[in-house]
């Protein structure tokens, strides 16, 4: 509860200052310019070992949290490209997100292996507690209203579910890239080519 708690702090922070910039009418159309600017996929397949290493890391993470079956119902909310939901060997799968440009990237990955729709995880086209595992990792923090898509991820959710929800930890992240500057060896660790 305590981690959820700070989380929802941070996250009621990033709102402030998403919307001190963008109106809800202009959110879709922004999100769309981000996603193609800073297309989440391109951290799976980044040149840079260890940009791919801290990425397999957050997925295997989110994976040693939930136990799914053969007949659960699986959705990731922000399901990007689907990286993180083509991982999942059982069950049946739901993908959703906001941008047409990043669905598509989806759609080609996973072809028939998720149902996959576009919506807005602050107002889900879903029925009530339908799915017995909701993933939604690093979309909170890019939310006009958060707490909505939380309620949103609530009211999905069977009784039994379990949500796996995470946003990055800015301020580790900016640590480790100040400490890594600091010593000389950032711009080495991130070259494009990956070698060390």
């Known amino acids: 509860m305590v981690r959820k708690l700070r989380a929802c702090h941070w996250v009621q922070f990033k709102m402030k200052e998403f919307s001190a910039r963008i109106k809800p ?8 310019r981000m996603v ?3 297309d989440p996929d391109s951290f ?7 940009v791919r290493f801290i990425e397999r890391k957050r997925v295997k ?6 136990n799914i079956n053969k007949d ?6 922000g399901c990007g490209a689907g990286n993180v939901i083509e991982n999942v060997t059982t069950g ?5 997100d906001i941008s047409t440009f990043i669905l598509s990237k989806a759609k080609r990955r996973l ?15 879903c029925k009530d507690q339908v799915f017995m595992q909701v993933i939604c990792s690093e979309v909170l923090e890019h939310l006009l209203n958060p707490p909505s898509a939380l309620d949103e991820i609530a009211r999905i959710l069977g009784k039994q579910g379990v949500a796996i929800i995470s946003i990055p930890n800015e301020s580790m992240i900016n640590r480790i890239k100040s400490f890594l500057m600091r010593i000389g060896i950032f711009k080495w660790l991130l070259q494009k080519n990956g070698d060390y």
Do not use: S, T, V
């Open 44 to 50: 799976h397949h980044h040149p840079c070992r260890f």
């Open 72 to 77: 659960d119902r699986i959705i990731e909310i």
């Open 36 to 38: 193609k600017k800073y």
């Open 111 to 125: 072809n028939e292996k998720a149902h996959l729709f576009q919506a807005d995880a602050q107002y889900l086209p």
């Open 25 to 32: 009418e202009e959110f879709k159309e922004w999100n769309e």
């Open 61 to 66: 993470a989110i994976f040693e949290l939930i």
């Open 92 to 96: 049946k799968l739901f993908g959703m």
